[in-house]
């Protein structure tokens, strides 16, 4: 595979659970990586249960990007998206109920951006 993404759950517990020692966030990132997938778009899923909180955000972006990066991901190639799944949030167009939210992007040999989870997937 070319390319892998991961979808985080930002619901309180959920996301704690997922980076834990054991959790499945963390081994599957690993299991990405060891794989040979160069190229890692992050997806942070249920943002409509935590009200679209970009405190809730960020703080998974960091801690997120320390995990990814201790696995051998350099987090500045990697985009961050926030969605929701169930209404379709970001998923194919920008969602209006995260205005705080201007978009990801990734340093690559030229800077890509974008806003959606499919404009991420090149």
């Not at 997938?37 to 679209?52: E, G, P, S, Y």
């Not at 194919?92 to 404009?119: D, F, R, V």
Request: charged share 25%.
């Amino acid at each position: 595979a070319d390319c892998a993404i991961l979808i985080i759950a930002a619901g309180t517990g959920e996301f704690e659970a997922g980076i834990s020692k054991d959790g499945q966030t963390r081994e599957h990132a690993l299991l990405a990586y060891t794989l040979g997938v160069k190229q890692l778009i992050v997806a942070i899923n249920k943002m409509d249960t935590t009200k679209w909180s970009e405190e809730r955000y960020q703080e998974i972006i960091k801690e997120t990007s320390n995990f990814i990066k201790k696995v051998g991901y350099n987090p500045k190639h990697v985009p961050f998206v926030p969605i929701s799944g169930f209404n379709g949030d970001n998923m194919i167009e920008a969602s209006s109920n995260c205005p705080w939210y201007k978009g990801w992007e990734k340093e690559t040999k030229a800077k890509a951006t974008g806003k959606t989870l499919l404009e991420a997937i090149d």
